[in-house]
């Protein structure tokens, strides 16, 4: 039997099914404390020295090409199997629209003084207008249409993509505007999986030209990129910021840097604790805060650089089920995975 390693809530009525009376209650206690163990963060191996870069640009000519790879080597005798396949196909569809699109060469999306502007009034560096009819993502969100290979997947995944081609251009670009802030239309989330596809490949190539310099702080939990949430926590290994926590954006798929052991939801540091399954690798877990009970996957990459923040996420889903059990809610993003 799996069992799941973290610390029984800290404050009573986190869940949704809390003991009415203090017997009860007091059982549940001892319950929890019996099936349950603690993974205590360990301030000694933060590991960091001096100063780190805030921002780590994406590289879209690796990143979905990297990412096709892991959902394709996790798939196998998974019981998300299929789903990680058609996702496989996404990233694979991503890959190729990517290296056909301008790269670094088209120059900077957004002008030095919009830049200060936006980073003057604490505002991310890409808005909304990133998305016009001007600026390519049409025409990215065609292409991309046009490429995913949806041989293997299910009937209803390859209508959902016939009926996304049929939607009128003005449609599909709203649709993506929704995206984009997070809003997603129940009726239509199965099409938002494609849009979301084109969306970051879109928007990594914007990121991916900027200047790391100018992007500052916006928010915790937002992209200073372009707004986005993160997906997941990322340990790096990478010089000069060996063992430093970066925020993974599930949008552009920017990195921040964020203080290890600090809620990305509240800010707070005061009740962090981590969070496992022995069925899954010690390298995927969750960081709980247990004053907002939020919580976002937090993976150890630097002990397994394969990690990525979309297919690992997916792919530890059970994981999410059982930290919600215990009443904390998602505090990321995964727009391959809107549950």
């Not at 879209?60 to 090409?65: I, K, V």
């Not at 496989?88 to 290296?99: F, K, L, R, S």
Request: charged share 25%.
């Amino acid at each position: 039997m799996a069992r799941f390693f973290k610390r029984a809530p800290s404050k009573e009525g986190a869940g949704n099914d809390t003991p009415s009376t203090p017997a009860e209650q007091a059982e549940a206690r001892q319950a929890t404390a019996r099936r349950l163990e603690r993974i205590k963060p360990d301030p000694d191996q933060i590991g960091i020295s001096g100063a780190v870069p805030f921002v780590r640009l994406p590289a879209p000519e690796t990143l979905f090409r990297d990412r096709a790879a892991r959902f394709r080597a996790l798939a196998p005798e998974h019981p998300l199997g299929g789903y990680l396949l058609f996702l496989a196909a996404i990233a694979e569809a991503q890959a190729a629209v990517q290296a056909e699109s301008p790269g670094s060469e088209a120059g900077a999306p957004v002008s030095e003084a919009d830049l200060a502007l936006r980073a003057e009034h604490g505002m991310p560096a890409l808005s909304r207008s990133v998305l016009s009819d001007e600026s390519g993502f049409p025409a990215c969100l065609d292409a991309l249409l046009d490429k995913v290979d949806l041989s293997g997947a299910p009937e209803a995944a390859r209508q959902t993509l016939a009926a996304l081609k049929a939607a009128p251009a003005e449609d599909r670009l709203d649709l993506a505007l929704q995206v984009f802030e997070g809003a997603f239309p129940v009726e239509r989330m199965a099409e938002c999986v494609f849009v979301a596809g084109a969306l970051q490949v879109h928007l990594a190539g914007l990121a991916a030209r900027l200047t790391p310099k100018a992007l500052k702080p916006v928010a915790d939990g937002v992209c200073p990129a372009c707004g986005g949430a993160p997906t997941a926590s990322l340990i790096v290994s990478w010089t000069p910021a060996d063992k430093a926590r970066y925020l993974s954006c599930s949008l552009c798929g920017t990195l921040w840097n964020h203080v290890r052991i600090r809620c990305t939801a509240c800010g707070s540091g005061e009740d962090i604790s981590y969070y496992g399954l022995d069925e899954l690798s010690k390298d995927v877990q969750v960081e709980a805060c247990g004053t907002c009970h939020s919580y976002l996957k937090h993976l150890h990459q630097h002990r397994d650089p394969a990690l990525d923040p979309i297919a690992d996420d997916v792919a530890s889903y059970g994981l999410d089920l059982k930290i919600v059990e215990d009443g904390f809610r998602k505090a990321g993003l995964n727009l391959l995975f809107v549950t």
